[in-house]
């Protein structure tokens, strides 16, 4: 048997962003606020490939790439400001027009005009903000999208774009460990280490390697851990920050390390930004879904991985956001078999 082909995408769809690329004469590349390893591996991989194309481009993110991934090529070519004019944007591994954050929205509305945009994105909340929407559920990672269009647009596969594809593959998956992993996937891995990335050095860059003071700021999570009902929290304050001397948002991966738990059908991690929001991840054991819930909440995401970002006091948002979180639970438990 051969293996269905891994295109899912449609023709028309396909000429129709293959047009709109070619005739750009400045294009501004985004990817969402807070980014992980494959927004910043959509950005950078998209960038290297237009570049091949002689496309003037411009690679924004609204928060910094988070040091994990300074490994990546090009990764200090991403910008935190832009100006003007552009005739095409491309967003990555958004679920909706607001994961661009304010900046975008400020720019373009600063611009003559409307300016197409196309949209690429793997989210099953994907909103459809886009000119051209490209949203496929079934894609691990945004960088399998693009690997996909980079191979029917006969683009070349370069060492430095297999890299930043490979590292959104890797990350999205945990190392292929989510249960969306399937032979295509395994495919597109193979096809970017033929292609030139090495699985080792990405692995232990963008998932192993971590500083010290994270892993004392988990420790300290980790003591505040609470389970109720099969829902099980923890909370990442800025004073906990401090303690350690962390600076700044970066911190991730603890949601995933937790959802492992056996008592847990849903994990919720609560952190507080520096702009005094809080940041909602949230993870379920397989067979239950947080997407939903992180949808009525405002924000989005997969199944298994979901989040959103929420205004008010940690206490007041860890209330809204588990009694949401147990009615979701409720529901599906009403649901199973
Ligand atoms: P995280 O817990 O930050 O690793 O995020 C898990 C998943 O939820 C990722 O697929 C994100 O894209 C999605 N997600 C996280 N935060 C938000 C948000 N504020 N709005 C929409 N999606 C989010
Ligand atoms: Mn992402
Ligand atoms: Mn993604």
Redesign the pocket.
Known sequence: LRPKNPLEMDRNLLRSIRNRIQGANRILVVT???P?G??IGSLLSMGWLLRAQDKERLLFCQDPVPEGYYFLPGSDEIKQEAEGPFDLIISL?C??H??MGEEVSKLVAALPGSVPLINIDH?I?NTHFGTLNWVDPNAVATTQMILELAESLNWELTPPVATCLLNGLIT?TRSFRTANVDSRTIRAALHLMEAGASLSDVTQQALERRSLASVLLWGQAIERLRLDDGILWTEVTQAMRQQVGLGGNDF??L??SLSGIREADIVA?FTELENGTI?????AAPGLDV?QA??RL?????PQ?????LDGDLVGVQERVLSELRRSLAEQRDKAP
């Open positions: 969402h606020v807070g992980d494959d927004a591994d679920s909706g607001y994961r989210h909340t999205d991730s991966g949601a995933n991690v940041d909602v991840g949230l993870r997407a992180a949808l405002g924000g989005g995401g997969h991985a979901a989040g959103c970002t």
